[in-house]
């Protein structure tokens, strides 16, 4: 999607003037139409923010790492359209985002890639001022700021520091499992995935190595094309579910809780929840009160909101397990995983849940290393839950059928060339794609504004 819009904004500002929306008509044409869409919304707010300004593109040759011989490195990094305005000596660096990363609160070089970029175009602008303007082309987010001779020397100071950083850490490697284990191309020889072993990518869309977590597979299971466009294409959504609101909220304030006090410590609680405004929030209380009970207690705290992972060697099926775990807790034994669930039970047994497998399966290593059983359990807090599910304390048979069933999933993955969605209403309604998924049942209008005036675009 990235490649398909620059070359059209590029081919736009080819000379110097303001852009037009036929400059956009056949943009994608060879894409998904749910990538299509992205792409019509992002021509959108490319027009509301940029239909006024004349610019020309020019071609800075930036696109492969700038080699630096003093500091004896390359640096990388996307510069999306560096263009010469109508002003004198005009310089714009514009940077596009199409996914929803970190938005900037005041200025574009509160983010670290934007500053890079502005680094890497100093033969560019020599000593004249730059505009930089960083602009979310799906949420009509704008950030701008003009970049002088001060705040380019702050600039340079910073990158070596972190340049020194970056030396120090690297001179005694420290590997460290977490959640960018699932996109690493390091897995062979890494001493956390002693299995590892490296894999080209494959002439289809699919990497060498497929990433898989509890969530990706429960989409995978409930329609191809929504696991496609989520976890192999990254599309952003266009719909969203209002029903993980709480869920979420929940889970982030039982982290504070348990990172900075004591759930049991009443005043502590009502601390943290006066501060994140959810004083009044008499259902969030009951559920604190709830976990209050049944929180292990002696317990050694392993981390709340933990990602663990592991690699599963196969000549045609590996892959890379990730799970993230709402809290961990060693005790009496026990290397107990907490799931906090805020909804209805669905399962008397969390051993017949696959995503509560899967997490076995990655965690399994660590309970081993320290000599622990391993206990996946639900805690759920509604009010109206009585019991949970009984937990699921795995042995060496389960797991060995665990891999089996996760290669089997992985395989069937790899087969597929479709990905068809399953066009069932019940499951096309709660679709995070459901109103630009061709194969919906449950058509909509994409929740990404569109208002057509000024004051619509949110600047700074």
């Not at 390091?186 to 509890?214: E, K, Q, S």
């Not at 929180?295 to 933990?306: K, M, N, Q």
């Not at 045609?316 to 807790?329: K, N, Q, V, Y």
């Not at 009010?383 to 069937?412: G, M, N, S, T, W």
Request: aromatic share 8%; proline share 6%.
């Amino acid at each position: 999607m990235r490649d398909a819009f620059l070359a059209a904004a590029r081919d736009a500002h080819a000379e110097l003037r303001v852009p037009t929306p036929a400059d956009f008509d056949h943009v994608g044409a060879d894409l998904e139409p749910e990538e299509r869409a992205v792409l019509a919304q992002a021509a959108h707010w490319y027009l509301q923010v940029f239909g006024d300004r004349a610019a020309r593109w020019d071609d800075v040759d930036l696109d492969s790492p700038t080699v630096s011989p003093r500091r004896r490195l390359r640096i990388g990094g996307w510069i999306d359209l560096a263009v010469v305005t109508s002003d004198p000596n005009g310089r714009e660096l514009r940077q596009l985002e199409f996914w929803g990363g970190r938005v900037p609160f005041d200025e574009p070089l509160e983010l670290e890639s934007v500053r890079v970029a502005v680094l890497r175009l100093a033969r560019w602008t020599g000593d004249a001022p730059l505009r930089v303007v960083w602009a979310d082309l799906v949420h009509g987010l704008v950030r701008e700021q003009v970049v002088g001779s001060t705040e380019r020397a702050a600039l340079v100071e910073w990158f070596d520091e972190r340049c020194a950083i970056v030396r120090t850490r690297s001179a005694e490697p420290d590997a460290a499992m977490g959640i960018d284990c699932g996109s690493c191309n390091f897995v062979a020889a890494c001493p956390v995935h002693p299995t590892g072993a490296h894999y080209g990518r494959r002439r289809d869309a699919l990497p060498g190595i497929l990433t898989i977590t509890p969530t990706g597979l429960d989409t995978w299971r409930r329609c191809p094309r929504e696991w496609r466009d989520a976890y192999l294409y990254g599309i952003p959504s266009s719909d969203t579910d209002a029903g993980a609101v709480h869920g979420q909220q929940m889970h982030d304030v039982l982290r504070v809780v348990h990172e900075q006090g004591s759930c049991r410590d009443e005043a502590h609680v009502d601390d943290v929840l006066v501060a994140n405004g959810f004083d009044t929030n008499d259902r969030m209380r009951g559920e604190l009160a709830r976990h209050r009970t049944r929180c292990p207690d002696p317990a050694e705290t392993l981390g709340h909101e933990v990602t663990r992972a592991r690699f599963f060697r196969h000549p045609s099926t590996p892959f890379m397990a990730t799970a993230r775990f709402d809290a961990l807790w060693a005790h009496d034994g026990v290397l107990d995983a907490r799931d906090y669930k805020t909804g209805q039970v669905w399962s008397d047994r969390v051993a017949d849940d696959k995503q509560a497998r899967l997490q076995a399966w990655v965690l399994a290593p660590l309970a081993e290393a320290r000599g622990l059983t391993l206990r996946i359990s639900f805690e759920h807090l509604a009010a109206e839950v009585v019991d949970d599910p009984e937990p699921f304390e795995p042995d060496a048979d389960d797991l060995r059928a665990i891999a089996e069933e996760l290669r089997l999933e992985v395989a069937a993955i790899r087969e597929t060339t479709e990905f068809a969605g399953v066009a069932d209403t019940e499951v096309c309604r709660r679709c995070r794609y459901r109103s630009i998924c061709p194969d919906s049942t449950a058509p909509g209008v994409p929740v990404w504004p569109t208002v057509e005036s000024e004051d619509s675009v949110e600047t700074v």
